[in-house]
């Protein structure tokens, strides 16, 4: 590229810079409007000329026939030079290109000067090209120029000193001196221009830089999840990104420049961006902002940072050179810190509970061992066998409990999926919906409605049926107490189009619905809304779910019953039904939390 520029706009850029053209075209703009300035005062200068030949024909003066012809062809020319090459301006070097311009400017001079029959001198004309090669072209074509002008005077002196017509040593020292200060004026315009080149290129590097700036800096702030408000002392918003929108509420193709002052919900902000003008200093805390909807007021942690630049001079609201204060806002959604703080708190009980869980094998097993050894001695008591048997199931429980656990830990650590095994989905699952109903007394009511019994899906026979026991205790604890079985219901389908075609369980049961609050954190380990659960479960489920390409949510469901059309809540799984890749994304993927 920095072949295609001018080589002057190559030596005034930094050496770390490379313009553009758009830039290029931008940098050179004044230079084209003196180029075409300089071209149409050409084409003045040679009408001017002709006008003065036909003011000497009025006056009778005699102009000769190649005077005319002088005057005319330079019109000419300067009209062609002017359509043709007005947009663009000559490569500064010394060359032919110059001769249709500054060529062509000092032999129509001489000629004149030549050939004209009176008083008249244009020799004052030779400061235009001289000054047009100074300002656009390189120092060597300025001297040159001047060198070519000089020699061509000293010719012109010394043929009117053989003429008897110059006015011998003295015509000599005239035209040395106004040589002399022809190069002076050569040299210090040049250096002008360059100058004026070199500033000009550096705002315009400083300007592309300011620029990529400003969008580097609106790329960062726009995809910043915390919200950020640049407000000045007016308590206008000058700048405002996404995040901060919807933090107050506001549509995302909102104005991106309003007052804090325009609505009194915002008030807490308006007086912290106050406080912050007043003191000077950052400001920090915590506020909640009014806004309309089931979700009460929209908690946010407030950090303010106070920036200080120089006002432009062409600001007529503030004084000239005077500090020009903004305030930066960041806004935090408390809910969203407390969400991440919870997460950093599940993960660290996680590792704890993976550590304990691995502490308590042990122990097991050897209470498990010690209670078959004591089951051994107690074979005429049938009361202490009853109770050995709870101590060992409550035992092999527990172990495989810990082991689930430490399953988890490893498939979060891991994360390759489980192979499994192909199992058919309505029969293992009234199998373990039966064990589960004969493990209380009286028997636990439970409707079943199988529907997939073509259907195999890919999963391990224990941890399908640990999920369908989590799952139905879970809708135990929270059905409602009438004693219809058909408050509680276990469903299978052999899948549609809005589950991918995938077989799908479903545990429903006709309890209140769960608040919004406890949906948000459903399948989080260690939270419940019962103080005495674990807050395992659902968590165990997800995450078994998830080991098998297999995916769990919850709705809030109408079944019919006995009392009719009831809703209530509904846990789906939906399965793959082979062992090819997991199931596509569902329905269901957007609903759990």
């Known amino acids: 590229m920095k072949d295609s520029l001018p080589s002057w706009s190559q030596t005034v850029i930094p050496l770390d810079v490379t313009i553009s053209r758009q830039a290029n075209a931008t940098l050179n703009a004044p230079f084209v409007r003196l180029w075409q300035a300089f071209l149409t005062g050409r084409v003045l200068l040679a009408a001017a000329l002709v006008l003065l030949q036909v003011s000497g024909i009025r006056l009778q003066a005699t102009v000769t026939p190649l005077v005319w012809a002088v005057c005319l062809g330079y019109l000419a020319l300067t009209l062609v030079l002017r359509w043709t090459a007005g947009r663009h301006l000559p490569a500064p070097r010394a060359g032919l290109q110059w001769l249709p311009v500054i060529g062509v400017d000092i032999a129509a001079i001489f000629l004149l000067q030549v050939l004209q029959a009176g008083s008249l001198n244009y020799t004052a004309l030779l400061a235009i090209p001289i000054l047009i090669s100074a300002a656009l072209g390189s120092l060597a074509l300025a001297f040159g120029t001047t060198a070519s002008v000089t020699i061509l005077m000293l010719i012109l002196v010394s043929w009117q000193n053989t003429t008897a017509a110059g006015g011998g040593a003295q015509a000599y020292y005239q035209t040395a001196f106004a040589c002399a200060g022809y190069f002076g004026v050569a040299y210090l315009t040049h250096e002008l221009a360059r100058r004026v080149r070199r500033e000009r290129a550096l705002a315009l590097y400083n300007r592309l830089r300011t620029q990529t700036q400003e969008q580097v800096n609106t790329l960062v702030i726009d995809s910043l999840s915390d919200g950020v408000l640049v407000v000045d002392p007016s308590l206008q918003v000058q700048q405002v990104n996404p995040a901060a929108l919807q933090l107050l509420g506001l549509p995302p193709d909102h104005a991106q420049s309003f007052s804090l002052a325009s609505r009194p919900a915002w008030e807490p902000l308006k007086e912290a961006v106050v406080a912050s003008f007043t003191h000077v200093k950052p400001l920090s805390t915590t506020l909640h902002l009014p806004v309309d909807g089931p979700q009460g007021p929209t908690g946010l942690h407030l950090r303010t940072r106070i920036t200080e630049v120089s006002a432009p001079d062409t600001d007529s609201r503030q004084t000239p050179g005077a500090p020009y204060s903004l305030c930066v806002m960041f806004l935090h959604d408390l809910r969203e810190m407390e969400a991440r703080l919870r997460t950093e708190k599940l993960a660290a009980m996680g590792r704890m509970s993976a550590a304990v869980a691995h502490e308590i094998r042990n122990p097991l097993a050897a209470i498990a061992q010690a209670n078959a050894l004591l089951s051994e001695d107690l074979n005429q008591h049938p009361g202490q066998q009853q109770l050995c048997r709870i101590v060992g199931q409550n035992a092999d429980r527990l172990a495989r409990i810990a082991e689930e656990i430490l399953n988890i830990a ?42 997939a019994a073509r259907h195999t899906i890919v999963f391990d026979e224990e941890h399908l049926r640990r999920i369908l026991v989590n799952l139905l205790d879970n809708a135990q604890r929270h059905r409602s107490g009438t004693q219809d079985a058909a408050s509680l219901q276990v469903i299978t389908s052999q899948g549609s189009a809005m589950t991918g075609n995938q077989p799908w369980l479903q545990v429903w049961s006709d309890g209140a619905p769960l608040e919004s609050s406890v ?20 968590y165990i489920c997800r995450e078994l779910c998830e080991r098998y390409g297999a995916s769990i949510g919850y709705q809030r469901l109408a079944r019919p019953t006995a009392r009719g059309m009831v809703e209530g809540n509904a846990f789906t799984v939906i399965f793959r039904s082979s062992a090819g890749a997991p199931a596509a994304a569902s329905l269901f993927d957007s609903i759990v939390v």
């Open 410 to 451: 490893r498939v979060q650590q891991d994360g390759p999926q489980a192979m499994g095994q192909a199992l058919a989905l309505d029969h293992h699952t009234a199998l373990c919906c039966g064990e589960w109903q004969a493990q209380a007394a009286p028997l636990r009511g439970l409707q079943l409605h199988l529907d």
């Open 519 to 538: 949906q948000r954190h459903l399948f989080e380990p260690f939270f419940s809304s019962q103080s005495r659960s674990s807050g395992l479960g659902l």
